[in-house]
């Protein structure tokens, strides 16, 4: 479950970010997180990965309030939430196995839990035959679910997404979504922040719109 309670975040120089931010998704639920650019977005799933603290306000994931983690915690507490961005942020001198192993040898997996690990998430992805070759010669689409197989190789309970679907055409962004709905399937609590109102209406999930920093509207799927 993700928890916002009366959360703000200003920058320096009395910029607002986010205004008294009020709502929960429940566990195993998919949402998307809408509203103009500018609007707080990025703002609020950076305060869920902890890539920023809130100025006032309590956030909690999965029963844990965030602003109690520290240090090493942080690091473990990351390791069940996978993050999506626009730009998939490959690195381009890493096969593309080395790019989803990333996270893994980072937390300091054994090798042959490694292979098993990057090999069933490129499998998800239908990426399993492109493992060793380099980003550069991979489409947009392939770059992006090289991105979401690196997110979901820890297997999180949670999968946090900014703007995936901006640089990618109608069909591969559907493609993009049926992807998340099939992480949501198997139990992922999914929220994912696009400006794309078609994409939206066409998947009919739960809404949540912000402007300039506060909530509007909080559509609950019919």
Known sequence: MITCKQVSKKYPGE???LRDINFSLPKGKMAFLTGHSGAGKSTLLRLLTLLERPSNGQVMVNGVDLSSLKGAKIAKFRQNVGVVFQDPMLL???SVYENVAL?????????????????AALETVKLLGKANVMPASLSGGEQQRVGIARAIVNRPSILLADEP??????????SIIRLFERFNQVGATVLIATHNVELIESAQYPVLGLTKGQITHEIENT
């Open 15 to 17: 910029v607002t970010a």
């Open 92 to 94: 381009n001198d890493r």
């Open 103 to 119: 996270p893994l040898y980072v937390a300091g997996y054994a090798p042959l839990d490694i292979r098993k690990r990057v090999q």
């Open 165 to 174: 679907t901006g640089n990618l055409d109608a069909e591969l962004a559907h």
